[in-house]
């Protein structure tokens, strides 16, 4: 009877290590399966549909030379700045407004190039003003009267394309996004999810942390996120974190903008003048405002950024690297500003577009679909006084989504043997099985041989 059970019990071992084996099989075959099925897409640059982008169209035709830029006016108009009537009467042949200026842009840009190669005065930015074809410089409340004084001979010995101008506040970085990640240095924002093909990336800004800056989601240390493994700061304002799972997870096409909501990404472009725009930090939540000037450039205390997108939009410590964005197109990351999103400021930020081109990645955006109900502009906190822009008419954020926690480079055991993608559990399995069934075989020898030496002893006393 002892062995009769002995014989059930190996059997049913050995069958449920042969079961182990098939379904460790399984395993590894489907998570090697679903690691090689892109499961979003990545985009470079959308395809030209804006006004914006037949005003740009319309200056790179031209030329430098007979142009000073181009914007979109309050009715969603394309203006093209001209120096003279017969490039004005080409630009209303090709369906846009013209407005004839004195300077071009290549006067404007040899301005701010002499601007750029004076003494670098903290407190102080620069930009192309194209809607009033001039380079206005500001000046913020730290900057000394003898330093506003020298800056202004300095413009005066330029020409009247310069224009000086004081503002409240301070120009600073925004360092402390749409979903907060933390580190020893600092509270920054999450931009946007981006990839080189193989692993995926936080977007972030540059000033948030220099290389090997370690990331987390929570202030406990708990779930990292991943390492700065590049930065450009100063000179340019952005930074790569590097996923510790190698992978951004379910939403990584998703922007935060507040209480659980989020907002679709769908392409990426450039910034155009007059563009109504939102931006989207986790100090200050949801914000929408108007581009005012490109090309500028903000003498941080930290150091100068140049190339920069002006705009209304408000924000506050904490919002550094958070996205700007409209109708689901991406633009550029936070940098910094004056203000606050009480009594209004300036906001500079980093253009996407020359950050992917220079890290040689990829945003990863959603695969476009029918429309669904997107957040208003009235849910972007364009209360009076919060440095929003007036009359956003039809523009929105995006295509409404649900947002989740930054936690996707999470690496508990947990997370490793519920991911789909990893094949770990499936060989676990395997040699769990290969193991119990050389155990069953090996045991079931030594028995064997236990009983001869039983029976061959009793037979020869």
């Known amino acids: 009877m002892r062995h009769a059970r002995r014989r059930v019990v190996r059997r049913v071992t050995r069958l449920t290590a042969v079961g182990g084996l098939l379904l460790g099989g399984a395993m590894v075959t489907q998570a090697a399966m679903a690691s090689d099925t892109p499961a979003r897409d990545a985009a470079t640059l959308s395809a030209p549909q804006t006004p914006a982008d037949k005003g740009s169209a319309l200056v790179a035709k031209l030329g430098s030379a007979r142009t000073a830029g181009s914007w979109v006016d309050s009715g969603g108009r394309t203006v093209v700045a001209v120096t003279d009537k017969a490039t004005a009467a080409e630009v209303t042949k090709a369906g846009a407004e013209a407005k004839v200026v004195p300077y071009s842009m290549n006067q404007l840009k040899s301005a701010a190039s002499a601007l750029s190669s004076a003494p ?28 506003w004084a020298a800056m202004t001979k300095v413009a005066k010995s330029i020409g009247a394309s310069v224009e000086m101008q004081r503002t409240q506040g301070k120009f600073t970085t925004r360092i402390n996004g749409a979903q907060p990640i933390l580190s020893t240095g600092g509270r920054c924002s999450a931009g946007y999810n981006v990839t080189n093909g193989q692993t995926d990336f936080i977007l972030t800004a540059g000033h948030c942390g220099p290389v090997g800056s370690i990331w987390f989601a929570d202030n406990q240390g708990d779930q990292q996120l991943g390492k700065t493994v590049s930065d450009n700061f100063p000179g340019s304002d952005f930074s790569l974190v590097q996923y510790a799972s190698g992978s951004a997870g379910e939403g990584a096409d998703v922007v935060a903008i507040g209480n659980g909501s989020g907002v679709t990404i769908t392409g990426l472009a450039d910034a155009a003048v007059g563009e109504k725009v939102f931006r989207s930090g986790s100090t200050s939540g949801l914000h929408d405002g108007e581009v005012t000037a490109l090309d500028a450039t903000v003498n941080y205390p930290e150091g100068t950024v140049t190339g920069l997108i002006q705009t209304t939009v408000c924000a506050e410590p904490g919002d550094s690297g958070g996205p700007l964005f409209s ?134 006393g």
């Open 120 to 147: 670098k005065v903290p407190g102080t930015a620069w930009a192309m003003d194209y809607r009033n074809n001039r380079v206005l410089v500001e000046g913020d409340s730290s900057v000394s009267a003898t330093s």
């Open 327 to 460: 109708n689901g197109i991406a633009l550029g990351v936070t940098s910094g500003g004056s203000g606050d999103c009480t009594a209004g400021g300036t906001t500079f930020f980093q253009p996407l577009t020359k950050a992917l081109a220079a890290l040689n990645v990829k945003l990863l955006v959603a695969p476009k679909t029918a429309a669904s109900p997107a957040p208003s502009a009235s849910a972007a906190g364009s209360a009076a006084g919060t440095g929003s822009a007036a009359g956003t008419g039809s523009v929105t954020p995006g295509t409404s989504a649900p947002a989740t926690n930054t936690t996707a480079g999470t690496t508990t055991l947990a997370s490793r043997l519920t991911d789909p993608k990893n094949v770990g559990p499936g060989l676990l399995v395997i040699a769990g099985s290969l193991i119990a069934l050389v155990a069953t075989r090996w045991i079931r020898a030594e028995q064997d041989r236990k009983a001869f030496q039983r029976h061959y002893s009793a037979m020869w």
